[in-house]
């Protein structure tokens, strides 16, 4: 069990729900703080977990990983089921918000501090007192919402002209906006970097008033889950350590691309893939 009352500095921090994912297969570990999470360790950084979680499943997989996690009665629980039409997503239970007292002053100053909601958790973060270099977003869970029957839809997000302006950079997907191209397009002038995943097609970058796309190699894709997690602690890595927006876009198509050939946490980065990503370029 990783240490749940840490007080070391970290490197990258992850503001988010853990998530209990079913599947045909039984219930895993999941959640954008669990994907970004590892992907931070493979590449070499101390990280950190700020969360909600109810225990129902071991964090083996996060040994290395310091975690505060704020008590659960249930984890936040998802079901992905394949249909014809696509992916329909269901939400059965979610775990208690986040506030920005949860976070140790030790990580108020991480290099890096990813704010990643899964079910409308940590909205006030914000706003809260921290100071890291990059303040990166990936908003899905404040992009969704959910019916009586649990059924997980794309909703309107009224603060995010203002958010937006307010972080380093932000990565969304085209699923967490319906493909709306007028939202993305509102998006894209409201803050500073922006990054689009569009699955097996790759990324769009807005930057600077410019906007490239990169394009994603193929792969034979088992499972797609935690791709765009795995993209948005790649990219916020990438671009502390480069300053370089295109080269943290290309950096995290091509790692991202890798993970769908794996299920669930499998498809981390291997340090093979991640060298592979530092040396190619397009």
Request: hydrophobic share 45%; with cysteine.
């Amino acid at each position: 069990m990783p240490d749940l009352v840490p007080l070391e500095p970290v490197d990258y921090l992850v503001i988010g729900h853990l998530a209990r994912d079913l599947t045909p297969e039984g219930s895993r570990l999941g959640g954008t703080a669990a994907y970004s999470a590892l992907t931070a360790r493979a590449l070499g950084l101390r990280v950190g977990v700020v969360t909600a979680w109810g225990g129902e499943l071991p964090l083996k997989m996060l040994d290395g990983i310091r975690i505060q996690a704020v008590a659960a009665g249930q984890s936040t629980t998802f079901e992905n089921l394949a249909t014809v039409d696509g992916r329909r997503q269901y939400v059965h239970h979610v775990a208690p918000d986040i506030l920005p007292g949860h976070i140790p002053p030790a990580w108020q100053r991480a290099a890096i501090i990813h704010v990643g909601p899964i079910a409308g958790e940590a909205r006030g973060m914000i706003d809260a007192d921290l100071a890291p270099s990059i303040l990166g977003l990936t908003p899905q869970g404040w992009l969704r919402t959910w019916n009586d029957d649990h059924l997980v839809h794309p909703c309107d997000w009224p603060a995010a002209g203002q958010v937006l302006a307010r972080v380093g950079a932000a990565v969304i997907s085209l699923e967490d906006v319906a493909a709306d191209e007028d939202r993305i397009e509102a998006m894209s002038l409201a803050a500073r970097i922006l990054a689009v995943t569009e699955g097996p097609a790759g990324a769009r970058l807005y930057w600077n008033g410019d906007l490239r796309r990169f394009r994603a190699p193929q792969m034979d894709e088992l499972d797609a889950t935690g791709a765009g997690d795995i993209f948005a602690a790649a990219f916020f890595i990438r671009l502390h350590a480069t300053r370089d927006p295109w080269e943290a876009a290309r950096f995290a198509t091509r790692l991202a691309a890798f993970s769908v050939t794996r299920p669930g946490l499998q498809g981390i980065p291997s340090q093979a893939e991640i060298k592979t990503c530092l040396v190619e370029v397009f």
